[in-house]
């Protein structure tokens, strides 16, 4: 591993137009695995605990907002839709 950092350290001295490519590259990186994180913890579809909470989105309130953006969409002023289980 140590040996590729070095590749990619000599070829940044050497081609320092590099620098801007590295920086997207990683950047898109990072924001996509954090984007993969907020899904697999936020998202009521997923369910880490099968024990204890079966069906989680069962729990959701109806005016709670999971969804990271949503288009023309008041999360405060939505009423209870659906029947308790």
């Known amino acids: 591993m140590s040996s ?3 590749v ?3 070829q940044v001295k050497t081609h ?3 620098i801007p490519l590295f920086i997207f590259i990683g950047g898109g990186a990072t924001m996509s695995m954090l984007y993969l994180a907020r899904l697999a913890l936020k998202n009521p ?4 605990d099968r024990k204890n909470n079966p069906e989680p989105w069962n ?3 109806p005016n709670q907002q999971y969804k990271m ?3 023309n969409m ?3 002023k939505l009423k209870k839709d659906r029947p308790d289980f």
């Open 4 to 6: 590729l950092l070095k």
């Open 8 to 10: 990619v350290a000599k």
């Open 16 to 18: 320092p137009s590099l």
């Open 45 to 48: 579809d997923v369910s880490w």
């Open 59 to 61: 729990k959701m309130e």
């Open 69 to 71: 953006f949503a288009v």
């Open 74 to 76: 008041d999360y405060s």
